[in-house]
């Protein structure tokens, strides 16, 4: 099994992932157990002084100003995870629970926590022992961190609440915890708050949607592509010189891809014999690489946040190499959550105008002499009239989730924390608003394919065919009469999901942008 070493600097996009979604196992370095102690020291010293200082010796948030004595530190620290953990709604997925423990088992390896080895210790055992915290949707402002979704993970080391074992069934924490030979965890000063505050749940969405979008994105070329070849388009709006006087990177990109795919079709440039030339295709089609590109350099901003993110050791109050402990605001979530924002409105626009090719397809006044809704027997037949339908209705709630978490703030903690980033809210709107792009496209992808079988007697490019073929293959059926449609939709969904179309091109294109 693969291993993922966590040390002091941070960690990387494919390690959390590899955790998240691959279970890798993880361990601590020695670097990092070093660091880890000497902070645990710092914080020690600190204790043992008169001196209030703010997540060691006093209270949280708006109740900072009381001294707590040595007698109910340990009380503290409980207190505040038990009380923090105050989810509700549906239960968040595995992978995103997966992601954010090791994300706050990677900060607090960074040594600027003042937790001790044997916590972060036990924060890898659960992982590697593939125990899950139950984790609720609602509960994350986005600032002092992801405070009740990481509240209910720092539950399950005390071996307090709920989690699911490997067998995917909920158990309460402590039993999971006896049967892998984990020993609860005693929290000691700071230790509470330190497992609590950080952008660790919003993060590890934005890493993982990331991963997501790069595949969504080179699908959407492809569905592209094979749109503009159903329609006889023109390729000639794809050349790299045209792109090059407008030198955006993803433009380029979504370009050359959608090229590739075309190279040796015998439907690009095609017009009916009783159609005059046409001089442009619609925007939907032309523009297809400018709206492609800019989502793809949107991307390029977002991961740029991500990695200074993972660089990052976030907490208040934290441990300086000087000796100091100082508080901080560093746990406000407003960079990561104005870029899952930012990738929810790139992720709409996207949706969108698929939505406009596939229309376009099933329109017999603008899709040059395909039948109508591409039915077999139209009249009789209602073809892909309701696959449109559905589309629509995915893209109009993308539009909805769309409208920016960030921009909308709700107090807390008696003004105390007056200003927060509603990150977490951003990050779970955008995964829905993925797993409707992967429909819009499949629904793409559906029609296109028809389409261009449609076309008798005209050759398809190398890679269409491959990608054809992949997909009937995959169980998804061609043109005839109508039949239940969703089970092919289905399978389409399915087929871009798990990259079936990327897969497919490659070996006739190389490697997509």
């Known amino acids: 099994m693969h291993t993922v070493v966590v040390g002091t600097s941070g960690t990387t996009a494919a390690d959390v992932i590899a955790v998240a979604r691959g279970n890798a196992r993880v361990e601590l370095s020695q670097e990092a157990l070093d660091a880890l102690a000497r902070a645990r020291e710092t914080v020690d010293a600190l204790a043992a002084k008169p001196e209030p200082v703010y997540g060691v010796s006093t209270g949280f948030g708006a109740l900072a100003t009381r001294h707590i004595g040595t007698e109910l530190r340990a009380q503290l620290q409980r207190n505040i995870v038990r009380s923090h953990a105050a989810g509700m709604g549906p239960r968040v997925e595995r992978e995103v629970v997966r992601a954010l423990m090791f994300l706050r088992l990677k900060t607090v390896a960074s040594g600027h926590t003042g937790v001790r080895p044997h916590v972060a210790q036990t924060m890898a055992d659960l992982l590697n022992a593939g125990i899950t915290p139950v984790v609720h949707e609602y509960g994350s402002l986005g600032c002092s961190g992801d405070l ?11 071996g307090e609440g709920e989690a699911e074992g490997p067998d995917g ?5 402590g039993e999971l915890l006896a049967e892998y030979g984990i020993a609860p965890v005693e929290l000691r000063e700071k230790e509470g708050l330190a497992l609590l505050n950080g952008t660790d749940g919003m993060l590890g ?15 959407a070329d492809v569905t592209a592509a094979l749109t503009l070849e159903a329609l006889l388009g023109t390729d000639k709006v794809l050349r790299p010189e045209l792109h090059a006087i407008r030198p955006h990177p993803g433009q380029g990109a979504a370009a050359a891809n959608m090229l590739a795919v075309l190279e ?6 095609h017009f009916q014999a009783d159609e005059a030339p046409r001089v442009q295709d619609a925007y939907s089609v032309r523009c297809a690489p400018q709206v492609a590109g800019a989502g793809r350099d949107t991307m390029a901003h977002a991961r740029l946040v991500a990695e200074r993110e993972l660089a990052a050791a976030v907490d208040n109050p934290v441990v300086l190499p000087d000796g100091r402990v100082e508080s901080n605001g560093n746990f406000h979530g407003a960079p990561v959550a104005y870029v899952l924002d930012f990738l929810a409105v790139a992720a709409a626009d996207l949706a969108s105008i698929a939505e406009r090719r596939t229309d376009r397809l099933l329109d017999k006044n603008r899709s040059h002499g395909l039948p109508p809704f591409l039915a077999d027997d139209a009249g009789v037949d209602s073809g892909l009239m309701i696959a449109q339908y559905t589309q629509a209705a995915l893209v109009s709630e993308m539009k909805r989730l769309a409208v920016p978490a960030s921009a ?9 924390e007056d200003h927060v980033s509603m990150g977490w809210s951003a990050a779970r709107k955008l995964r829905t608003a993925i797993g409707n792009l992967n429909r819009v496209l499949a629904v793409e992808l559906y029609a296109a394919t028809r389409a261009i079988e449609l076309r008798h007697g005209l050759t398809p490019a190398p ?9 009937r293959a995959a169980g998804v059926q061609g043109p005839g009469p109508d039949r239940f449609l969703a089970p092919d939709l289905e399978a389409a969904d399915a087929f871009v999901r798990d990259g079936g179309v990327i897969a497919a091109v490659e070996p006739v294109t190389g490697p997509l942008a």
């Open 205 to 219: 969405m934005l890493i993982m949607a990331l991963a997501d979008l790069e595949q969504l994105y080179k699908t």
């Open 264 to 269: 040796g079709s015998g439907l690009v440039g």
């Open 169 to 173: 069934t909920v158990r309460p924490a």
């Open 463 to 471: 890679a269409s065919r491959a990608v054809i073929d992949a997909l």
């Open 408 to 416: 909308d703030s709700i107090p807390s903690s008696a003004m105390q």
């Open 148 to 158: 009740a979704p990481l509240s209910h993970c720092a539950l399950a080391l005390m």
